[in-house]
């Protein structure tokens, strides 16, 4: 059985072999004009698919001068806080997962409000105003987008 996430649409993102990071709501806005949404992780399956994601592009082979070892997802502290929550509004408990890395999140207080995930497909606090990159989560039969 698929999960929603064997379907990610990897916006790490890749365009004639450059590479292009975004703050947390251009990602957003990115995924949601191309039909999805920033990628929400909802069990250790999903989180695995997400690992393999970030196996496909070793950090090497990225280009910028942004952070490659994590990538913005779709959860935030809700109101700026430490209250963590899908953009679709469930706590991530709720969601069916919620594993952050050791010391994570580790910010939340000084501006550490947006949700991201490391390769290890562990989760992370992250800058929202930074831009790294990204992945987006739509539908298989959600028509391209040109």
Request: net charge positive; proline share 4%; hydrophobic share 40%.
């Amino acid at each position: 059985m698929l999960t929603p996430l064997d379907n990610a649409l990897r916006r790490v993102v890749h365009n004639h072999e450059r590479y292009v990071a975004r703050t947390f709501s251009g990602a957003h806005f990115a995924c949601s004009a191309e039909g999805g949404h920033l990628a929400i992780i909802k069990s250790d399956a999903e989180a695995a698919v997400l690992k393999k994601v970030f196996a496909k592009y070793p950090v090497a082979k990225i280009l910028g001068s942004f952070k490659k070892d994590v990538a913005f997802v779709g959860f935030h502290g809700w109101a700026e806080s430490s209250d963590w929550r899908t953009i679709h509004g469930q706590t991530l408990q709720e969601a069916g997962y919620s594993k952050f890395a050791s010391g994570e999140p580790s910010n939340s207080t000084t501006g550490e409000f947006c949700g991201g995930i490391c390769r290890s497909a562990l989760l992370n606090d992250l800058a929202c105003e930074k831009p790294i990159a990204f992945i987006c989560q739509k539908k298989r039969d959600f028509p391209p987008v040109c």
